[in-house]
């Protein structure tokens, strides 16, 4: 049973138990050193929250105040964290505030929701109290490097993407970190005989335009075997199906989980419905041992989906592989986005080959099985 406390006070020891998490999290030039942090503290001491389960730091949180020159650096992706310097770093004081949320780490052994919770209550205590003492953070840069990073920031600290980083990471804005934003409650369903047609229909209705994958759905039925891929889903709200989200693997790349089949119904757009499934399935995916998550997409056919892939992402790029379905490469302008599912840096996908074509001959399939069947009057 964990015996979580939270601390303010930082030293030496708590440093290099943060350090060690950061291995771990971060790639190697992202790794604090006692050194700097200590420049850090010296400058404000205040910027550490530390989540500690008995003498053993669980992990902790980074959020410092920077002068305006700084911020607006940072603003406008031209500097990295680790590259702070004490003339960088403001103590907090009354009035108004502009900070770094620098980094977030826990522990791997610790991720299962709990230990998050109650880094984050203490962290929510510390920016309580600074409001008592009329210290009002006005805004704040959050630089993600990892998926979880991005969560976090849109989820908690109610943040909304702003560019690229200079750490190849995601900058993320907020002037409202106290605001209960309540993110929509979904659910999924899984494809099953009963729900067959309704996910079909949706389907269709999201990418008639350009393919089908009925005949995809029908085959996953037939074959399927406990937790294995692909995947389907209806995406629920509030006892509603509004979209549809799902998995699926390629054979020769082992280590790649892909998106499959994701989209909602415009009338449940701009509500937080897709972002949140988005985060839901990219959960799932970790359950299959993989260690990237990858999705294929056209810029131009779906459009409207790329402002999501764009801020949920770690790595976006052409597809260009001079063997596949050069149509959808040159006028759909297709694009690979990616992210790491486990420690370590995401790399790009590099154009291999990802058999576009066979999308061709599943929409031809499914338009036939889909009249057959009787699923949509044509």
């Known amino acids: 049973m964990s015996n979580f406390k939270i601390t303010y006070e930082a030293n030496d020891e708590l440093l290099k ?38 003498d053993v730091l669980v992990g902790y949180i980074n959020f410092i105040r920077l002068t305006d020159e700084c911020f607006e650096k940072f603003y406008k992706g031209q500097t990295k964290d680790y590259k702070l310097s004490l003339s960088d770093i403001l103590p907090f004081t009354k009035g108004e505030n502009r900070c770094l949320f620098m980094s977030i780490a826990i522990r791997k052994d610790y991720r299962d929701g709990e230990a998050i919770i109650e880094l984050r209550k203490g962290f929510d205590t510390k920016l309580k109290n600074f409001e ?40 993320y804005y907020s002037n409202n970190i106290f605001e209960n934003r309540t993110m929509p409650k979904i659910s999924f369903e899984l494809l099953n005989r009963k729900n067959l047609k309704e996910i079909a229909q949706i389907q269709y209705q999201l990418f008639k335009d350009y393919w089908c994958g009925y005949a995809d759905f029908l085959l996953e039925i037939e074959n399927r075997q406990k937790n294995k891929l692909p ?12 979209g549809i989200i799902g998995l699926y693997e390629l054979e020769e790349y082992k280590d790649v989980v892909w ?19 988005f985060f839901k ?19 131009v056919w779906n459009n409207k989906a790329q402002k999501i892939y764009r801020k949920t992402t770690q790595i ?46 599943l929409h031809n399939e499914s338009l036939r099985k889909l009249k057959e069947d009787k699923i949509i009057d044509f």
């Open 17 to 54: 138990q943060a350090i060690e998490i950061d291995k771990h999290v971060f790639n190697k030039a992202e790794v604090g050193n006692i050194d700097m942090c200590k420049k850090w503290l010296e400058a404000n001491k205040d910027i550490y929250t530390f989540l500690l389960d008995g």
């Open 132 to 171: 008592k003492q009329g210290i009002h953070i006005k805004d704040v840069v959050i630089d993600c490097v990892s998926v979880d990073g991005i969560k976090y920031s849109i989820d908690k600290l109610n943040a909304n993407y702003v560019k690229k980083s200079k750490s190849e990471g995601k900058l």
């Open 231 to 242: 995947l389907t889903y209806l995406i629920k709200h509030k006892g509603k199906s509004v």
């Open 259 to 277: 998106l499959n089949w994701y989209g909602v119904l415009p009338e449940y757009r701009n509500h937080g419905i897709g972002t949140h499934a």
């Open 281 to 299: 399935i990219v959960e799932l995916a970790r359950n299959y041992g993989k260690k990237e998550f990858r999705l294929v997409t056209y810029r």
């Open 316 to 361: 976006a790029e052409e597809y260009k592989n001079k063997n596949d379905w050069q149509y959808g490469i040159n006028v759909g302008k297709a694009m690979i986005y990616s992210l790491s599912l486990v420690d370590k840096k995401i790399s790009k996908w590099k154009n291999k080959f990802i058999n576009l074509n066979d999308d061709i001959r």
